[in-house]
């Protein structure tokens, strides 16, 4: 990996899946942490949903840990997770009341100039 300093990974993927993109992105950028970047999850569009206590909780991928158990790392190796404000609000499939009652605790909202300023700043993105 070279030595760039930020990384920012953009969840797009909900649970449509079983959760197989979100356990790669957050495997993904728990690796990029342990390595000494400094990484940010940008989740919207439908992967606005991990955003949510408890969403994590029971996804299990053949092959990787529990999607709970990267999130518990990645707040833990001090990753940042941001989810989208205008998808928690008007596009993704869930009452945006559930968002905003549901949050959880290390979420911050967002709107996309902060991804687009912190993809600008000697960044690397990857999308999942």
């Known amino acids: 990996m070279s030595n760039l300093e930020n990384v920012v990974v953009i969840l797009t993927t909900g649970k ?3 959760g197989a993109r979100a356990t790669l992105a957050f495997g993904w950028a728990c690796t990029a942490l342990a390595m ?14 991990w955003a949510l206590k408890d969403a ?5 991928v053949e092959g990787f840990e529990p999607l709970d ?9 001090g990753g940042e997770l941001l989810a989208c404000a205008p998808c928690s609000e008007y596009y993704c499939s869930f ?3 559930l968002v ?10 967002a ?14 993105v990857v999308t999942f």
């Open 16 to 18: 449509q899946d079983r």
């Open 36 to 49: 000494g970047q400094s990484v940010t999850i940008f989740m919207t569009m439908e992967g606005t949903i």
């Open 56 to 60: 994590t909780k029971d996804v299990k």
């Open 69 to 77: 158990e990267y999130l518990s790392q990645f707040i833990d190796l």
């Open 95 to 97: 009452d945006p009341t």
């Open 100 to 109: 905003r009652n549901n949050l959880h605790p290390n979420v911050q909202l």
């Open 111 to 124: 709107g996309l100039s902060t991804v687009v300023s912190k993809a600008i700043s000697n960044a690397s």
